[in-house]
């Protein structure tokens, strides 16, 4: 899953936390990992994502701004029309463009899909890293069913407090796991815009040890803020949504 800016600036205070206190994320044995083999079947699932708390319409652009350590942080999620088939499933196709001061450095594609009880799974990406325009890497990229990689659940249809599962799973890639933190929270962001009954989602990977994010979604809308660290002064804001 992208990782903003915004983690890779609390990667390395927080690193330095955990090496004299531990961090709050237990790592899971061999055999916990072992036991997650979720069932896909391409008939669960259903055209289109409707999540109350991540609706991903073809045709529209969120836009999300902040200030980090690297500079003017911009990124664009826009839900393309175009569909992969990812274990049989039919997905739909996000891309994602993150500058810093107006300098592209990642491009991915993610795909989603929703099942019939409106869970949304993530089915993988295609990562891409640049530095001076061109590409260098694509380190975390991963596709389900291919190597090993299996599919998580990015946004749960019925959300409940303190319900922990993975959002992916590539194994030394791609681990994230998230909780649901609140279901309860009210939201003021720079552009005056105010969200109230917002989740909040606790996520972290046991590939970096100590770095927590959290990210808000308000009812009807979706992602509007995501903040690093347990203090969660370093704020990525909702700024825009742009219809087709």
């Given amino acids: 899953m992208r990782r903003t800016v915004i983690a890779a600036a609390a990667i390395a205070l927080m690193l330095v936390l955990v090496s004299g206190c531990g961090g709050e994320t237990t790592e899971e044995t061999s055999t916990q990992k ?6 896909i079947d391409p008939a669960d699932f259903v055209e289109g994502i409707d999540n109350q708390y991540l609706p991903l319409d073809s045709g529209t652009t969120f836009v999300y701004e902040g200030n980090t350590g690297e500079g003017l942080e911009h990124i664009e999620v826009e839900v393309t029309d175009e569909k992969k088939v990812v274990m049989g499933v039919q997905c739909t196709v996000v891309l994602d463009t993150v500058t810093i001061d107006g300098e592209v450095v990642e491009v991915t594609y993610d795909w989603y899909a929703q099942d019939k009880e ?3 799974w993530y089915f993988g990406e295609d990562s891409k890293e640049y530095e001076n325009g061109k590409p ?20 749960r249809a019925q959300p409940e407090a303190g319900h922990e599962y993975r959002q992916e799973y590539y194994e030394g890639e791609a681990e994230d796991m998230a909780e649901v933190a609140s279901l309860d929270e009210t939201i003021s962001l720079a552009t005056g815009a105010s969200f109230s009954g917002c989740l909040k989602i606790k996520e972290w990977t046991p590939l970096e040890p100590g770095v927590v994010e959290f990210k808000y979604y308000a009812p009807d809308v979706g992602l509007i803020l995501e903040t690093a660290g347990e203090s969660e002064t370093q704020r990525i804001e909702l700024v825009e949504i742009r219809e087709a």
């Fill in 136 to 155: 260098v890497n694509s380190a975390g990229s991963w596709e389900a069913g291919v190597d090993g990689a299996l599919p998580g659940i990015v946004m």
């Fill in 118 to 120: 409106g869970n949304v």
């Fill in 34 to 39: 072992s036991e997650y083999q979720p069932e």
